[in-house]
């Protein structure tokens, strides 16, 4: 997500500062976005520099708030009516560390995935406590974003099934069937 266009969507609400931006932007992902007050600043400037948003005269407490111009809020229309490419995100860490552990020697790459898929259950677990919660109604962000972690764990778990697989299909030495727990086909796989 942009921290730029995720700010402007808040000051759509009306004049805020950064410590108020920070706040709002942690609630409205439930906390799983931690955003450091320095990031706030620094985009709150280069959105000043483009005409997104002015600064208001300083409060009482020496805070001084932004609001949005017209400017930003094209550029948060614009944001909001365009679909986000596969490219335009991130850099999957994970994809990169199982390429990388299947061409570094002396690295366990079945390790690797039992690691990982290890920890994918252990929030997916988290994740779905958390959704059994009782919220209100207002809280409906939330729970969408809680979907949303929900369902990418789910799907990370059933990739690294999928690699683990491929990696054992595709490795010299008998093959445990693909029922039998990972002791056996490590076992038999070395």
């Not at 054992?168 to 038999?188: D, F, I, Q, T």
Request: aromatic share 6%; net charge neutral; glycine share 8%.
């Amino acid at each position: 997500m942009s921290i730029r266009h995720g700010l402007l969507a808040l000051l759509e609400r009306g004049p805020m500062h950064g410590y108020q931006l920070r706040a709002a932007f942690e609630a409205s992902v439930g906390g799983t976005w931690a955003l450091n007050i320095g990031q706030v600043y620094t985009t709150l400037s280069r959105l000043e520099r483009d005409d997104f948003v002015r600064p208001r005269p300083e409060g009482e407490g020496g805070q001084r708030p932004y609001e949005i111009t017209e400017s930003g809020r094209a550029e948060l229309s614009r944001w909001f009516s365009t679909p986000l490419e596969r490219t335009d995100r991130p850099r999957d860490e994970l994809a990169i560390k199982l390429a990388l552990a299947m061409t570094t020697p002396g690295v366990d790459v079945t390790a690797v995935v039992q690691s990982q898929r290890t920890a994918g259950v252990r929030a997916l677990q988290e994740y779905t406590r958390l959704k059994t919660r009782p919220s209100d109604q207002d809280d409906l962000s939330w729970r969408l974003v809680l979907d949303s972690l929900i369902f990418q764990c789910e799907a990370e778990i059933r990739w690294l099934d999928h690699c683990e697989t491929t990696i054992l299909r595709h490795r010299p030495g008998p093959v445990a069937p693909a029922g039998a727990p990972v002791e056996e086909r490590e076992r038999n796989r070395r």
